[in-house]
């Protein structure tokens, strides 16, 4: 099955940038759509961005402008790219797959995502 193990967390002021990798192996053929999620201790896990196979993808209003989801189908890895960061982006950030032929549709929900990694924490002061 899908094995997904995320980098790049880390602490940054307010203001700065980070850069989240996922790197995927065991990759099930017919894998269309990966997404980043994020959850904060005591809340539920909310879809950050999602990107299908065919390169479209989606944000939440929270994101929208400031983040970018990629991915690297060659290096079977998917990116996030977090710039003018907020306090609010502190959570720790999941990279999610779908199963094999399911497209991403917004709004997606954890419930949808049956792979994931084992989250990167980002923290951001004021």
């Given at each position: 099955?899908?094995?997904?193990?995320e980098?790049?967390?880390g602490?940054?002021?307010?203001?700065?940038?980070?850069?989240?990798?996922?790197?995927?192996?065991?990759?099930?053929?017919?894998?269309?759509?990966?997404?980043?999620?994020?959850?904060?201790?005591g809340?539920?896990?909310?879809?950050?961005?999602?990107?299908?196979?065919?390169?479209?993808t989606?944000?939440?209003?929270?994101?929208?402008?400031?983040?970018?989801?990629?991915?690297?189908?060659?290096?079977?890895?998917?990116y996030?790219?977090?710039?003018?960061?907020?306090?609010?982006?502190?959570?720790?950030?999941?990279?999610?797959?779908k199963s094999?032929?399911?497209?991403?549709?917004?709004?997606?929900?954890?419930?949808?995502?049956p792979?994931?990694?084992?989250?990167t924490?980002?923290t951001?002061?004021?």
């Amino acid at each position: 099955q899908v094995q997904l193990v995320e980098s790049g967390g880390g602490s940054v002021q307010a203001g700065g940038s980070l850069s989240l990798s996922c790197a995927a192996s065991r990759v099930t053929y017919g894998t269309i759509c990966m997404a980043w999620f994020r959850q904060v201790p005591g809340e539920e896990r909310e879809g950050v961005a999602s990107v299908n196979i065919d390169g479209t993808t989606d944000y939440a209003d929270s994101v929208k402008g400031r983040f970018t989801i990629s991915q690297d189908k060659a290096k079977n890895t998917l990116y996030l790219q977090m710039n003018s960061l907020k306090p609010e982006d502190t959570a720790m950030y999941y990279c999610a797959a779908k199963s094999p032929f399911k497209w991403c549709s917004w709004p997606i929900t954890s419930t949808d995502f049956p792979y994931w990694g084992q989250g990167t924490q980002v923290t951001v002061s004021s």
